[in-house]
């Protein structure tokens, strides 16, 4: 469904991406896995249309939409968690999820209710001032603005980042029962453990580059490898 191959992007004179290749297949949930400065983010966000790659392809059903714009790669089907979240912090949750409904596809109405069915915590504060929530309820609402696109494929950028365990549960709670809905999912994380026991594929990368990958079983029972990628 998603694939990308020969993928490179710089930022001037640094080479970001070299050659990049990975298949998400429809109703996939699949992990990047990689230290700080791998290329995890460059790649999430070439692959959302919000860095142009200086070479390669990326294939949504079959179509390239690596020199789309932003928003057509949106009504596309894409739709990514930044990491950081980025929510809009003056306005409320309600508002940050209307307001990206916009830029996607689908009805209002049902997409809301299937936020706050996944979410109910932000059904609750959905009258709240985003920036003044907590980093656990401003995740959800990230996610949860991406699903108000409907997309085919849910690009995650380290949802587990600056969360304490208790809190990286719950997302990634959320996340799993938007697999098992049939939602196709990337998913990009320094934290291996529990990327691997959520997807059933993972990709390694190093300075750019694919460096393994494999099924996550097999990658989560090579700790060699792991140590020597991810540290
Ligand atoms: N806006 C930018 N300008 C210049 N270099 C950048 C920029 N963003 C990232 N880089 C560099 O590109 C490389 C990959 O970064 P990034 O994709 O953010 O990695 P990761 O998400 O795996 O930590 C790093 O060497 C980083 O310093
Ligand atoms: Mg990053």
Do not use: W
């Not at 142009?52 to 057509?72: C, E, F, K, N, Q």
């Not at 309600?94 to 706050?116: H, K, P, T």
């Not at 026991?197 to 060699?224: F, N, T, W």
């Amino acid at each position: 469904m998603l694939s990308v191959s020969a993928l490179s992007a710089s930022y001037g004179a640094i080479r970001a991406l070299s050659g990049v290749a990975l298949e998400v297949t429809e109703r996939g949930m699949v992990a990047v896995l990689g230290a700080n400065g791998a290329g995890k983010s460059t790649l999430m966000r070439s692959i959302a249309g919000l860095h142009r790659p200086v070479d390669g392809r990326i294939l949504l059903d079959g179509r390239d939409i690596a020199s789309m714009p932003l928003h057509r790669v949106v009504r596309a089907g894409l739709a990514l968690v930044p990491e950081g979240r980025m929510v809009v912090a003056p306005l409320t949750v309600e508002e940050n999820l209307r307001l990206s409904r916009y830029a996607g596809r689908g009805q209002e109405a049902d997409l809301l209710a299937r936020v706050y069915d996944l979410f109910p915590r932000l059904k609750e504060r959905r009258r709240q001032v985003s920036g003044l929530m907590s980093g656990g309820e401003q995740q959800m609402l990230a996610i949860g603005r991406a699903l108000m696109t409907a997309p085919r494929v849910l690009l995650l950028d380290e949802p587990s980042m600056g969360l304490a365990p208790a809190i990286v549960d719950q997302v990634f709670a959320a996340i799993v029962t938007l697999h098992r809905q049939g939602q196709s999912i990337l998913l990009v994380e320094q934290n291996a453990e529990i990327a691997l026991s959520v997807c059933e594929h993972a990709y390694v990368m190093k300075r750019g580059e694919i460096v393994a990958a494999g099924p996550a079983a097999q990658l989560h029972a090579d700790a060699a490898l792991l140590e020597a990628y991810l540290s």
